[in-house]
């Protein structure tokens, strides 16, 4: 399996986290995203949306959309809660990640770090709805150690990736101390360094 990704990228780095942690074999192939590479017409025959992350599999399929990759990548694997509603739970804020989580945090870091946007000219309302994710997950685990069924799933893996970063978007988790807590302990559990 190859893997296409920016390694600068969260949602790049939810797969090779994922991958990694089950042990799968890949090559990893660094694209770019700042050079438009991944607009490219020849890369838009793996993922025809220009995106990374996406995966090449051995007999040349493609799957784009990183939690849609870690779900197929973890299959069958403890990763994913054998029980239906801890499942349903985990596709839970699968779903709150790409759609409430990701576009805040992953976007203002995206915007301050790599298109150097002045603060004052940052989106406020992507500003409050990243506190508001991070205020969320904080209550979350006030009173879990995991986001689902008591131990490391694929909700983790997702939320961690764009979470670590938070600084870089502009957001001190000293006012979350569970969820700082809480990344500190994925990154262990996952071997993240740097
Ligand atoms: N929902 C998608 C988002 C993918 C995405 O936003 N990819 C970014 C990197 S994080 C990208 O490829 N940007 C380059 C571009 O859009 O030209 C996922 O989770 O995979």
Request: net charge negative.
């Amino acid at each position: 399996m190859r893997i296409y990704g920016d390694s600068r990228s969260g949602n790049c780095l939810k797969v090779k986290f994922t991958a990694d942690h089950l042990r799968l074999g890949y090559d990893w192939q660094e694209i770019d995203i700042m050079t438009g590479a991944c607009r490219a017409e020849e890369f838009q025959k793996l993922n025809p949306a220009g995106q990374v992350p996406v995966i090449e599999l051995d007999d040349g399929r493609t799957l784009a959309q990183s939690n849609a990759i870690m779900l197929y990548l973890a299959d069958g694997s403890r990763l994913i809660p054998r029980r239906r509603y801890e499942r349903a739970k985990m596709w839970e804020w699968l779903f709150w990640e790409q759609y409430s989580h990701e576009p805040t945090i992953a976007v203002l870091r995206f915007q301050k770090q790599f298109l150097k946007t002045p603060d004052d000219e940052l989106d406020p309302k992507k500003v409050d709805g990243g506190r508001a994710a991070l205020k969320l997950m904080d209550d979350h685990l006030a009173k879990n150690d995991y986001f689902v069924g008591g131990r490391l799933s694929l909700a983790d893996i997702a939320l961690v990736a764009y979470t670590r970063w938070a600084d870089e978007a502009g957001f001190d988790l000293a006012g979350a101390p569970d969820v700082a807590a809480w990344v500190a302990r994925i990154e262990d559990e996952l071997g993240i360094t740097g």
